[in-house]
């Protein structure tokens, strides 16, 4: 029943004076900060950092399935007092929440509650809770969402449905990621497998380095190989051992360059960002797209209508280009957030261009190649939990004859009968049967190239002598004339015998 101007200046009173008398002293930090429509980065860490340091020592907890998260959440419940110690100063956390004064009717329950977390310390603690407490808990709230945190799967949605304003509708959409690959399952060369795995080591730790001297944080990788060896696996593998979310983009869903450029700018980091089959997605010839611009420039001229700038290289809002991609790895904005992994995969690798793949883009390139004896043991230890057996000779021998992917090999290892208990022996019996045969179908197939060669040579030859003789019926024809005008020396003839001195060289050579 009080006016609000005199509620508000009793209130101010009652705090100066319970500040005037206690030495403690209070920060909130609320759920939304500045910007009402996102959470606040700080009430997050520090809700995982009480969730994680302090929950223990509180009486009442409340637990939830976080919707990032793999396992529950238990976190210190409204209205209840939690205590740290930081550098001999002991500091309490409150959490509560206010509820609106408004009178509105909302749609989504709970909505308009508004959390917060207070903490309370001494006076003299004051720099010591502001210059270092609050960062140490911001620092290790956030390494802990990111251990707990679910790893995601991104893809990029078609621009056409792009909604800021809807959650969901952002330029990715993601689903957990599960893939359940590993080093340890991988099959390849034990060596290369350790470089691969030594080197993401040392990019995971390399932050300072990378920043003393002057790179964004960030690697490419091109996997380049057969069908069927292994490259998505790999990445799974990384994705998996680095803790890292995986963002696949799909380059035909883009349109452009500035498309291209805000998908990378809402990436985030401790991301692997994957281009699948990069030869075939887009079409990356730079030359092709200057022609389309000049016959563009050429048309627009013929209209006589007044030309705006047409660059060779602009972007026409049609496509993304090599350029575009170019710079999306390696140009000034892939310097924005940090702790990113580009991999590009790739099953011929010289039908790209070699600005994409050099050092720097792609700083290292990795050849997944067919199954070698090394891989399969790695597979047999996988499929069958067997190191050695007597056909392991056999295998060996057949495998360095020829040619088969892991995938290949691993169908093999891995007969899907319900009713037949696995055997050891059946698999690798079948194994070896599959790679005989793979191995006679190559023959064959050598064989019948063999011969098509040697036909065509062949053919080619014939018509060579066909040609060979025609030249030299001409010829004789050019003589006769020649014998009948004597005096003027016919250029003609002089090219039909240099055309028949460079046939018969051929036809010598062959
Ligand atoms: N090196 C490997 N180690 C273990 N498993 C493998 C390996 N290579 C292939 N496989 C098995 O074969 C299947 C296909 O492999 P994957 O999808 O990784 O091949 P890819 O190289 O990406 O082929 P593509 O070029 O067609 O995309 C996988 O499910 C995996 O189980
Ligand atoms: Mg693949």
Redesign the pocket.
Known sequence: HLPVAFRHRLSTWANKLASFFSPYLHITISEYGAERFSRSDLFLAVEAYLSDACARRAHRLKAELGKDSKNLQVSVDDNDEVTDTFKGATIWWYAAKKLPRSQVISFYPGQDERRFYQVVFHRRHRDLVVGSYLPYVLEEGRAVTVRNRQRRLFTNNPSSSWNPYRSGNGVWSHVPFEHPATFD????DPDDKEAIVDDLEAFREAKDYYAKVGKAWKRGYLLH?P???????MIASMANFLDYDVYDLELTAVKNNTELRKLFIETTGKSIIVI?DIDCSVDLTGKRKDKKAQKKNSEDEADGKPMLSVEPDKDDGTKVTLSGLLNFIDGLWSACGGERIIIF?T?HKDKLDPALIRRGRMDKHIE?SYCSFE?FKV?ASNYLDITEHELFGEIRRLLEETDM???DV?ENLMPMSKKKKRDNNACLAGLVEALKKAKEEAAAAKAKEEAEAKEKAEAEAEAKEAMEKEAEAKKGQGEDQGNRDTTSESTEGKMSNGEIKGSEQVASDN
Do not use: F
Not at 185 to 188: G, H, K, S, Y
């Open positions: 399952t991988l099959a390849m190989g069908p069927g060896t292994g490259k998505s696996t699948e995969t099953n997944m891989a597979l992917s892991p995938a691993a």
